[in-house]
């Protein structure tokens, strides 16, 4: 029915459509996913014929919609916006009969043939009553719903739906879509732009992604939309869950660091020429010996990572932050290195791991729940045991996900364990005082940062002969080092921990 080939556009110099394929035939309804920008919204000016200036091919029923005129156009296609307002009150009947004007003459008044499909159209979304009402005073829901009456009233059998409920409440979501569904399967042609994943897999025949003006994907929704598609359109990670009722979708909050351009920058600084990585992946080296691929699970800015491709045959280096992996994505990689974006309870390996390396990352419920999910071997966990690193005035609060924790954790469960610590040392430099202000004002955990004076940050540092870092901050950390099997972890502990 309309068929898409090779659609590209572009509004100036930028890109918005680039290359995009789309076959759409009677009784699919298909929903259209994409981020804010991705092209749903051009896509469907295209087909309308509003945006003439595109390249590629856009038909209906074989016909090339550039040789169609609007009337034409409107007798096969019907378009139903998110929203609309307009400028003077109709009854509904009234904004319902707009959808026949393409059969009239351009003077000529709708007469008992437009008003029998007027009313038809309304009785199919079932809201007849609503004839008389002022559109204005209806709720979002039943204004939608005459929206869509309004397209049923041209007969056209194939419909355009913009983002038809974001703006409606709980309800009357699902009350538009449990329409929309019934007339896909009563033969329309419905292509559907939305911004709820969930609904499509509730709602959608197919799935359709754009992502940076590309179809990402294309195919049944239970095929298609998985964790690492949805991070790839929205960039937050999304936890998949089997009920008996269909697959819930929860975004996953983030509470991870928020690794900017200024903080990079300063870890950098602190571990060039620092042997503090390096120290630690020979650790887990020997508390995982012959271990052949490492995951190292919430790896930051993969300086463990990097470490640890000197001794293991293959690194994972698992981060869920995108900026995190851009900066190491940045720096020469060995061969041996690869990186994997996103939650590591969304991305089981093909093959479980042979160990896996927690350095100062995980609650102990989460490393062991992880750990019995995607590792077949050791798990190496490196957790602090003291800091002398102050960026505060008061007290540092005690760690919670600290060496304690996960020691006791194991205990409870019977699971043997070897420790040592080792003493680290990460000392910040800094290009001068109000660097080093800037430094602990970005950390400190004071409420009220402007408070930490050059003075206060003066008496924290120590003077070294550099001309480039005048300026250090000495970091000391204790950490333990734990190592356990997987195997002697038992199989419910995915289930029955707490994260």
Request: proline content about 7%.
């Amino acid at each position: 029915m309309l068929d898409i080939r090779d659609l590209r556009f572009s509004y100036t110099s930028r890109p918005v459509l680039q290359g995009v394929d789309l076959r759409l035939e009677p009784g699919e309804l298909v929903f259209l996913l994409g981020a804010n920008g991705a092209g749903k919204s051009t896509l469907f000016r295209c087909a309308l014929g509003l945006l003439p200036g595109y390249e590629g091919e856009i038909s209906l029923h074989g016909r090339d919609i550039r040789r169609l005129s609007a009337r034409a156009l409107a007798r096969e296609m019907a378009y139903i916006p998110q929203s609309h307002h307009p400028a003077f009150s109709y009854p509904v009947l009234d904004m319902v009969l707009m959808g026949t004007q393409h059969r009239l003459s351009p003077f000529a008044n709708p007469g008992p043939r437009e008003e029998a499909a007027a009313l038809a159209a309304l009785d199919q979304v079932g809201i007849a009553g609503l004839a008389d009402r002022d559109f204005q005073r209806l709720s979002g829901g039943e204004q939608q719903l005459v929206l869509i009456a309004r397209a049923l009233a041209q007969q056209a059998r194939l419909l355009l739906m913009d983002e038809p409920t974001s703006s409606l409440d709980f309800g009357n979501r699902v009350r538009v879509l449990d329409q929309v569904s019934e007339l896909a399967r009563r033969g329309y042609a419905i292509l559907l732009s939305c911004h709820d994943p969930q609904l499509a897999l509730l709602y959608a025949h197919r799935v359709v992604a754009l992502h940076q003006g590309k179809v990402a994907a294309d195919g049944p929704p239970e095929a298609v939309l998985d964790p690492a598609l949805l991070h790839t359109l929205y960039q937050v990670p999304v936890r998949f869950t089997p009920t008996p009722y269909g697959t819930l979708l929860s975004p996953i909050r983030r509470q991870g660091f928020d690794w900017t351009e200024e903080r990079v920058a300063y870890l950098e600084a602190a571990a060039e020429g620092s042997d503090y990585y390096e120290r630690i992946a020979q650790a887990a080296a020997e508390a995982a010996p012959g271990a052949g691929v490492i995951c190292d699970a919430g790896c930051g800015l993969g300086f463990s990572s990097l470490a640890l491709a000197r001794h293991f045959k293959k690194v994972v280096a698992a981060e869920r932050s995108h900026q995190a992996l851009a900066a190491l994505r940045a720096k020469p990689l060995p061969p041996n290195l690869e990186l994997l974006e996103g939650d590591l309870f969304a991305h089981p390996p093909a093959e479980p791991y042979d160990a896996m390396l927690f350095c100062f990352f995980g609650s102990a419920g989460e490393i062991l729940r992880c750990a019995r999910a995607q590792c077949r071997g050791r798990v190496v966990a490196v957790k602090a045991v003291q800091t002398g690193r102050r960026f505060s005035q008061g007290p540092v609060p005690g760690h919670r996900h600290g060496a304690a924790a996960l020691e006791e954790r194991l205990k409870a469960l019977g699971v043997p364990y070897t420790r040592r610590e080792l003493d680290l040392r990460l000392d910040q430099p800094l290009r001068s005082v109000a660097d080093g202000v800037a430094f602990f004002r970005l950390y400190s955990r004071d409420p009220d940062p402007a408070a930490l004076t050059e003075d206060f940050v003066r008496s924290r540092l120590v003077a070294q002969d550099d001309p480039e870092y005048p300026y250090r901050l000495p970091a000391e950390r204790r950490a333990a080092v734990i190592a356990f099997d997987v195997q002697d972890l038992p199989p419910e502990i995915e289930r029955s921990l707490e994260p």
